[in-house]
Nanobody, 118 residues
C-alpha cells in the first residue's frame, strides 16, 4: 500500500514561488502516472498537473505557463514548481498516484496548504 506525503506548502505573496514535493513510500511510483490536484474552500477539487510514466505532462488551463510538474523516480518523489503565484492559487494541494486498475484504486496524499496573500 503506497503512502503519499506532500510537503512544501506555506504562505507566499502574489508573484512568489513555491515547490511542492510528494514523497511516496511503500511502493515504487516509477510505473505510475502521477498528478497534482487542488481544492479551494467551497470549490470542487480540480486538476493542476499530471505526469506520465514517460514524463509527458499535462496542465490545467489556469496554471499553464506558471507551474511545472516533474518526477524523480530514484527518489520516489514528484514535484510541483509553482511560479508567479496568484491569490486564486490558494488551496490545499493533493498528490495522486494513478492506479492501472482504475480510479477506485488511485491513491491520494493528505494535502498541503498553499496560501497566496499580500
Amino acid at each position: 500500500q503506497v503512502q503519499l506525503v506532500e510537503s512544501g506548502g506555506g504562505l507566499v505573496q502574489p508573484g512568489g514561488s513555491l515547490r511542492l514535493s510528494c514523497a511516496a513510500s511503500g511502493s515504487r511510483i516509477s510505473d505510475n502516472d502521477m498528478g497534482w490536484y487542488r481544492q479551494a474552500p467551497g470549490k470542487e477539487r480540480e486538476l493542476v498537473a499530471t505526469i506520465t510514466v514517460g514524463s509527458n505532462t499535462h496542465y490545467g488551463d489556469s496554471v499553464k505557463g506558471r507551474f511545472a510538474i516533474s518526477r524523480d523516480n530514484a527518489k520516489n518523489t514528484v514535484y510541483l514548481q509553482m511560479n508567479s503565484l496568484k491569490l486564486d492559487d490558494t488551496a490545499v494541494y493533493y498528490c495522486k498516484r494513478f492506479s492501472p486498475l482504475g480510479p477506485t484504486h488511485d491513491s491520494w496524499g493528505q494535502g498541503t496548504q498553499v496560501t497566496v496573500s499580500s
